[in-house]
């Protein structure tokens, strides 16, 4: 995560000489949670699917990543594009960062990351997506999308952009922070 820095920092507002050890971190405070509170956490995380099996999707996921970035083509990269934003942002939105969120500590590190994934930006980017809303800027360097600011179907949709680089960190934002708390929950 290190090459994130300047994002986590500005835009996770995680402490700076907290960001080269937000594994470590999230895992301690993951540790804190009581032992009854780990009890509900795993059961919803793991109602329907195990939290197992949820852990194995993100192992696959990674073993995805791993071939497409060693064969590059433009199909490829659109095929990556759109199940690396899923993973991250739909499936691990639901199955894990909604869910946690609730059990941590205010302004614990866990926490900045979980409300950051589901707040605006990434909340209206993740809508955009699950309501296909979304397209390739025309040279390909961001995504433009459409969504509400809020909740309500009443509020126009208004038109959000965000750059390859900026989507990157939030991508491994979120890979990051779920990995460790469904490694964490496991143990």
Known sequence: MQEWDSFLI????????KTHQISSLIAEEIARIPK?????????ISNPIPMEDRLEELRAFQGWMDIAHNHRSPYISR???IVQNYVCFVYLGEACFKILKKYLEPGSVAKKCCNYLLN???R???????HSNW?????FSSIIFYARKGDQASEPMIK???SGKDLGGW???ARCTAYTILTCLKS
Do not use: G, T
């Open 10 to 17: 500005n835009e996770v507002k995680i402490p700076k000489d």
């Open 36 to 44: 009854e509170s780990k009890k509900e956490i795993i059961s919803s």
């Open 79 to 81: 095929a990556q594009v």
């Open 120 to 122: 605006n930006p990434v």
């Open 124 to 130: 209206a980017f993740r809508n955009a997506l699950a």
């Open 135 to 139: 397209k390739y800027h025309d040279d």
């Open 160 to 162: 959000w952009e965000v």
């Open 171 to 173: 991508q491994a934002l």
